[in-house]
């Protein structure tokens, strides 16, 4: 991760506004065993306003690293103040290993408080240096599952998704708000769930192997829900 941080005080009493920056470098070392992590970096203007960002980062079984981050401003009398006047959390993205084009943020904050115009400012990417993934420990998440009713049999829900892994030895396909799991052979990339009852299902797929599962499929549309 690099990247710059700016926090500024904001003018007062027989005191100007000052403005201090940071070169933010930093890395952590994550595994499937130990698969999250957080980097932190902090700046303070004036003795009174520091600045914080936090990059919250999870690697997923498919080995793509997920990043979350959070700029927050603080006021007080002195720079180890813990009285938060304002927080921005920046977009979630992942990013995918084997040297691509890094993630990149724009963040800033303002201290909330009137006539204290504080602020907090952050310009930082993050890139991974990983393995690919593929042969590499648990199987990639497979993607793009749509679920259909059968209008000629209600009980029954087709579902086809894309298999995106090259060492599964296998699929489980699970039901919500049924709690049921199905289990099916490597290199499948549709089934038939019958004998359903009545209501709306959603379903999710996961690939597995000797090594472990690879996270389910999200439920975020209505393609994987019918």
């Not at 084997?98 to 963040?107: I, K």
Request: contains cysteine; hydrophobic residues 30%.
């Amino acid at each position: 991760m690099t990247g710059t941080l700016t926090v500024s005080n904001a003018p007062s009493l027989g005191k100007g506004r000052v403005t201090q920056s940071v070169t933010l470098s930093g890395m952590v070392k994550l595994t499937h065993d130990r698969a999250d992590g957080t980097m932190t970096f902090a700046r303070c203007a004036g003795g009174e306003t520091r600045g914080e960002l936090s990059v919250q980062v999870h690697l997923r079984s498919d080995e793509m690293v997920v990043a979350t981050p959070t700029l927050r401003i603080y006021e007080g009398s002195s720079c180890n103040s813990n009285d938060l006047d304002g927080t921005s959390g920046g977009l979630q993205q992942g990013i995918r290993p084997g040297g691509r084009s890094p993630s990149n943020w724009q963040m800033s904050v303002e201290n909330g408080e009137v006539g204290s115009p504080d602020y907090a400012r952050v310009n930082f990417s993050v890139s991974q240096k990983g393995g690919t993934g593929i042969g590499i420990g648990r199987p990639a998440e497979p993607s793009n599952v749509v679920a259909t009713r059968d209008p000629a049999d209600p009980t029954r829900v087709n579902l086809e998704w894309t298999d995106t892994a090259t060492d599964e030895t296998g699929f489980q396909i699970f039901s919500n708000p049924l709690g049921q799991t199905k289990n099916l052979p490597a290199n499948s990339s549709s089934f038939a769930w019958t004998g359903l009852p009545p209501g709306r299902q959603c379903f999710q797929v996961r690939a597995v192997n000797d090594a472990g599962e690879s996270d389910w499929t999200p439920v975020r549309a209505n393609v994987e829900c019918a």
